[in-house]
């Protein structure tokens, strides 16, 4: 009985670790083969390559050509080769096709968007595997336009490489291409110029400012009987003459404050005497 039990056992810990074993074989599996997939995707991206602008300015009305070099996989030389420029909208025509965007420039002008047929045109140079497309009478913003090549046994679209045209109006574009222009040096030598000239304005105005005294004093002698015009001494600092001052034949009456009591004394009242001078005397 005590046998038939641990035979039963170490069936059941077998049977586990056979499980384990099996769930981690599989488990490794699974990593292997997606690292050859992630590594089998990686190497075909590096294998198309493909040249174009990110953005091209435009003005309006203008024709555009987007110049493009690609290259594919060197097991593919023998196919013929196909170039498609497509724009990341749905097409409104069916495409027998994986990359079911609408196409800005095709072979046949039917399969076009509308506003872009024979509007288009596709300067092809297989010698050194040119793609370019040029685009008449751009009147607005094209944005998300990319190359999709057809080989005999491949297909593939660069979603990766978008290009974009930007249209300036007519009167906008020479303010901006004059600004883009102007170095950050000329900017800074105008500011420090700017600068200079201010601080010398708000220097000479405070230096214009200055207090200037009058600078008119005159000094009088008591008029004699005869009475005779006294000279008045002047300094002015711009020299100029002023009126001789009046002479008055008058008394001049001089209020003095006198003290009654002798010095030391407690005084409850003061007495202001009044004395009458005649200064013509």
Not at 128 to 151: A, E, G, M, P
Not at 161 to 178: A, K, M, N, Q, R
Request: charge should be positive; hydrophobic fraction near 35%.
């Amino acid at each position: 009985m005590l046998t038939a039990g641990l035979t039963g056992k170490l069936r059941n810990v077998l049977a586990n670790l056979n499980m384990f074993f099996s769930d981690q074989m599989k488990l490794q599996v699974l990593i292997d083969l997606s690292l050859m997939l992630v590594l089998a995707s990686g190497s075909k991206d590096q294998d198309w390559n493909i040249t174009v602008p990110e953005s091209i300015n435009a003005t309006l009305g203008s024709d555009v050509t987007i110049k493009c070099t690609f290259d594919y996989p060197k097991k593919y030389s023998n196919d013929s080769v196909q170039v498609y420029w497509k724009m990341k909208v749905a097409s409104n025509i069916t495409i027998n096709d994986q990359d079911k965007n609408a196409f800005i420039c095709h072979t046949n002008d039917s399969f076009v968007l509308t506003e872009y047929r024979r509007r288009t045109h596709l300067i092809r140079d297989e010698s050194n595997k040119s793609c370019s497309v040029k685009i008449l009478n751009v009147r607005h913003n094209i944005s998300d336009i990319y190359v999709r090549i057809v080989l005999t046994t491949e297909k593939y679209s660069f979603k990766k490489h978008l290009v974009s045209i930007f249209v300036l109006d007519e009167d906008s574009s020479p303010t901006l291409y004059v600004v883009a222009a102007v170095p950050a040096s000329a900017v800074l030598i105008i500011i420090i110029i700017v600068s200079g000239c201010l601080c010398y304005r708000k220097r000479r105005r405070s230096k214009s400012i200055t207090r200037e005294e009058s600078g008119y004093y005159a000094n009088f002698s008591r008029a004699p009987s005869n009475p005779v015009h006294s000279e008045a001494t002047c300094k002015t600092h711009d020299n100029r003459k002023h009126p001789e001052p009046k002479v008055i034949d008058e008394s001049v009456y001089v209020n003095t404050e006198a003290i009654t009591a002798q010095m030391g004394q407690r005084l409850d009242h003061r007495e202001v005497i009044y004395e009458n001078v005649n200064c013509s005397k």
